[in-house]
């Protein structure tokens, strides 16, 4: 891929912009910025978080193995797409600023939407008859994010004729953050850590590939029904909920066994930096899966829904923690830039402070539970977004292309 040191560069600088819609968010919540309307910046962050960063990264790094398997001349239109999903995401950022959701902005959402639907359909049909242990994790990724639209188009369906149901509203938002974080985002992240692991020559059986995907991808499906709970739904659903969410504990247990079996081989192709990302990225994909479980506990539940600083807490936990480190992790591991001290510098303040603000959100969601407030908790968050904002620039400004 000619232009991949451009993509990868780009991608982080997407990073860095999100980190600075974030940081404002914090600055207005600690201090005062009228300028600023919260709810309007709020959809600019989230929605270039999810299809300028990661999103892009994901379409990049995809393309990237694709080169080594298709034609150039095949490829041309997957690049084309990597230059409409970005541009898309550009246009999000200050039409949402602006006046939230409006023609421009909604505009630009379809059009990054439109863009998903045809990398999953030119991934599709060129990868037909192929056979390869990451294809079904990039297309079920792929898929998620697809059925992800349906939750979108309703809310957009619902604000367009202006016929607002609350439970509708939620259990469409739900929908669309549940197949987006845990389909599209996880399974491409576990195909591209299965062809990490290809690479440095570590084995995994097609059987137990199909094992951990199928048990994955049921889970994933049966799953959404955790994120509506608050409804009332009968015993035999819940029940079937449960046995889902099983089923991914079962399929993550699995997919560590994977890694612990190979761990050797990655001792002796990955640094320790990047041995301490993985463990850190394992460890917030642990905490996540048993969240979930935990989560069929009817009291859990309603722990988790009833207060705003848990549910923000879980949603940072997957999005940063666990999805943003390891494809930051991805980029640097593509070996096309030098690793320099500048470099693991920024990455290690940068995970300090992604642990940090995942602690101060938690200790935040389980004081609220007795309705008591941390102290400068809000202060504390700016700090924190602050050293992730710094720490990104630091990461991206460092970044030189190996010469060859």
């Known amino acids: 891929m000619k232009n991949i040191v451009f993509w990868l560069r780009f991608s982080v600088l997407n990073f860095f912009i999100v980190a600075i819609l974030g940081v404002i968010m914090r600055y207005k919540i600690a201090y005062s910025l009228p300028i600023v309307d919260q709810k309007f910046m709020q959809e600019a962050h989230s929605h270039f978080a999810f299809y300028g960063w990661i999103t892009q990264i994901i379409y990049v790094l995809i393309i990237r193995y694709l080169y080594g398997i298709l034609p150039a001349e095949t490829l041309k239109k997957y690049n084309i797409l990597l230059i409409i999903n970005a541009v898309a995401a550009y246009v999000m950022i200050p039409s949402f600023i602006y006046n939230g959701y409006f023609s421009v902005s909604i505009a630009a959402s379809t059009a990054a939407l439109l863009t998903s639907f045809a990398f999953f359909f030119f991934l599709l049909r060129d990868l037909r008859g192929m056979r390869d242990i990451v294809k079904p994790w990039f297309l079920a990724g792929l898929f998620f994010a697809v059925i992800s639209s349906a939750g979108v188009f ?26 987006q974080y845990n389909g599209f985002f996880i399974f491409c992240c576990i195909g591209f850590l299965l062809l990490s692991l290809k690479n440095i020559g570590a084995v995994i059986t097609e059987k137990d590939n199909n094992l951990i995907f199928w048990l994955m991808f049921i889970g994933c499906v049966i799953g959404y029904g955790l994120s509506v709970l608050w409804m009332k739904i009968p015993l035999w659903i819940l029940i079937v909920i449960l046995l889902g969410t099983i089923a991914q504990t079962v399929s993550a247990f699995k997919l560590y066994q994977v890694v612990k079996e190979n761990w050797g081989k990655v001792v002796q192709s990955f640094s320790a930096l990047q041995r301490f990302v993985l463990m850190y990225v394992g460890f917030a994909f642990f905490m996540k899966i048993l969240l979930q479980l935990g989560s069929n506990v009817p009291v859990l539940s309603q722990f988790a829904f009833g207060f705003r600083n848990v549910v923000i807490a879980y949603l940072h936990l997957i999005l940063l923690m666990c999805v943003s480190i390891f494809l930051l992790n991805q980029i640097l591991a593509t070996n096309v830039f030098k690793m320099t001290k500048p470099v693991t510098t920024g990455l290690k303040l940068l995970l300090l402070g992604i642990f940090l603000n995942e602690a101060v959100l938690g200790l ?12 400068y908790a809000a202060e504390i968050l700016l700090a924190v977004s602050l050293l992730m904002m710094f720490s990104l620039f630091y990461i991206w400004f460092s970044l030189k292309p190996k010469t060859v």
């Open 364 to 375: 935040m969601g389980l004081f609220s539970t007795q309705y008591i407030a941390v102290p």
């Open 154 to 179: 309703n809310l957009s369906y619902m604000m367009a004729t202006e016929n607002m149901n609350q439970t509708l509203y939620l259990a469409s938002t739900y929908y669309y953050l549940h197949f």
